[in-house]
């Protein structure tokens, strides 16, 4: 009989030698190392995963690069935007295109010649920067005719706005009865727009 307290206490011990360890576990292992251990396993898959979506995405540069290639292409062909490398550059291709037209409605010009052409600032609040001219010629009415049409026909695609047209019979050498005021203009192609708008931003940075 005297085995069964033994026996007991024994039981009793070995339950409180494993409470003990449970609570040591829960106090000091999981905290110190169980947990930390799970937060560095996560920050691995994090990791690895993260790694696999960069060589994924390594992987596709050079499609995407050849798209992009193929989207620039496609725009530079378009003959709606003006070829030159700079804002200046397609101001002053303005002014020739300007001249051009004038010289061939008037080649002597006294029929059609130019009294004022101004440039003006370019415009970089749209989707495309536009450049633009201010000018005025003074006409007669089959060589206005032409001038417009020589303007807004061809490549690249130029605007006429901000039209004014005056009599002018009489005025000046040129023998024409119109005195017309424009603005002419064209967009820049994106290729060339995006560091035209960043000159402008930081231009306008404090």
Same mark, same amino acid.
Request: charged content about 20%.
């Given at each position: 009989?005297?085995?069964?307290? $033994?026996?007991?206490d024994?039981l009793?011990a070995?339950g &409180?030698?494993?409470?003990?360890l449970?609570?040591?576990?829960? &106090?000091?292992v999981?905290?110190?190392?169980?947990q930390?251990?799970?937060?560095?396993e996560a920050?691995?898959?994090?990791?690895q995963?993260r790694?696999?979506?960069?060589?994924q995405q390594?992987?596709?540069?050079?499609?995407? +690069?050849?798209?992009l290639?193929q989207?620039q292409?496609?725009?530079?062909?378009?003959?709606g935007?003006?070829?030159?490398? %700079? @804002?200046?550059?397609?101001? +002053?291709r303005?002014?020739?295109?300007?001249?051009?037209?004038?010289?061939?409605?008037s080649?002597?010009?006294? +029929?059609?010649?130019? %009294? $004022?052409?101004s440039?003006l600032?370019?415009?970089t609040t749209?989707r495309f920067v536009r *450049? !633009?001219?201010?000018a005025?010629?003074?006409c007669?009415m089959?060589?206005? @005719?032409q *001038?417009?049409? +020589?303007?807004e026909?061809?490549? #690249?695609?130029?605007? *006429?706005?901000?039209l004014?047209i &005056?009599?002018?019979?009489g005025?000046?050498?040129?023998?024409?009865?119109l $005195? *017309?005021?424009f603005?002419? %203009?064209?967009y820049?192609a #994106? %290729?060339?727009a995006?560091?035209?708008n !960043?000159?402008?931003?930081?231009?306008?940075?404090?």
């Amino acid at each position: 009989m005297a085995q069964l307290p $033994d026996r007991r206490d024994r039981l009793l011990a070995v339950g &409180l030698l494993l409470a003990v360890l449970a609570v040591v576990y829960l &106090l000091l292992v999981h905290p110190l190392w169980t947990q930390p251990m799970r937060e560095v396993e996560a920050q691995i898959r994090a990791l690895q995963e993260r790694q696999q979506r960069v060589q994924q995405q390594l992987r596709q540069a050079p499609q995407v +690069s050849q798209r992009l290639q193929q989207a620039q292409q496609v725009l530079a062909d378009q003959p709606g935007f003006m070829p030159e490398g %700079s @804002m200046e550059l397609a101001t +002053s291709r303005l002014v020739q295109r300007l001249e051009e037209a004038a010289r061939q409605a008037s080649p002597d010009g006294r +029929s059609c010649a130019i %009294s $004022d052409r101004s440039p003006l600032p370019p415009d970089t609040t749209g989707r495309f920067v536009r *450049v !633009a001219v201010q000018a005025r010629l003074r006409c007669g009415m089959g060589e206005w @005719m032409q *001038v417009l049409q +020589s303007l807004e026909t061809g490549a #690249p695609q130029l605007q *006429v706005d901000r039209l004014d047209i &005056l009599s002018a019979a009489g005025m000046g050498e040129v023998t024409g009865g119109l $005195d *017309v005021s424009f603005e002419l %203009s064209g967009y820049l192609a #994106p %290729s060339v727009a995006a560091p035209a708008n !960043a000159q402008a931003e930081v231009g306008n940075a404090p």
